[in-house]
């Protein structure tokens, strides 16, 4: 299984009178997020499925990929490294899981994956982290295989 963690792109700042899951990518946002869903197409294996924060930032960020995703909660703000990986079926499932969400918890779950306990592990806006589950020689193996930023696209 191939699990891939981006973190929504460059979102307008909160304020009082804009409720967080309301808040839209900005200018620079949109063209992060452009550039990654440009890079995903040439790479995600043809079966995948998508899942999307409630936010209105991280469909936004979604919606650049041009494929259909699920809105799903457990992935929302606040989510937990246990919610995002009961919500990707992470390491079972087969083909591809992309995560379109929130820090901290995509950089818990990175930190838990590679380093076998929850830490703040930073991922930028627009940023992406992507996992693979492998076996060798009967051991459960979790494999590092891109962190890319858009800025370097």
């Known amino acids: 299984m191939d699990l891939i963690l981006w973190r929504?792109?460059?979102?307008?700042?909160?304020?009082?009178?804009?409720?967080?899951?309301?808040?839209?990518?900005?200018?620079?946002?949109q063209r992060q997020a452009k550039k990654m869903a440009k890079w995903?197409?040439?790479h995600l294996p043809r079966k995948r499925r998508v899942l999307v924060s409630p936010t209105e930032r991280t469909q936004q960020t979604a919606n650049t990929l041009d494929l259909p995703y699920e809105?799903?909660?457990?992935?929302?703000?606040?989510?937990?490294?246990?919610?995002?990986?009961a919500a990707t079926g992470w390491p079972e499932q087969s083909g591809a899981?992309?995560?379109?969400g929130h820090q901290p918890g995509m950089g818990r779950l990175a930190a838990l994956l590679l380093c076998g306990e929850?830490?703040?592990?930073?991922?930028?806006?627009?940023?992406?982290?992507?996992?693979?589950?492998?076996v060798r020689?009967?051991?459960?193996?979790?494999v590092l295989r891109v962190v890319l930023h858009p800025d370097l696209l």
């Open 71 to 85: 809105i799903e909660r457990k992935v929302g703000v606040g989510a937990t490294a246990a919610d995002l990986l």
């Open 40 to 42: 995903l197409h040439e």
């Open 97 to 100: 899981v992309v995560i379109v």
């Open 8 to 29: 929504h792109a460059e979102a307008e700042d909160g304020r009082p009178d804009l409720p967080d899951h309301k808040r839209r990518l900005t200018d620079r946002g």
């Open 137 to 142: 020689e009967s051991e459960a193996q979790t």
């Open 118 to 134: 929850e830490t703040d592990w930073p991922i930028r806006k627009g940023g992406l982290w992507w996992f693979s589950s492998r």
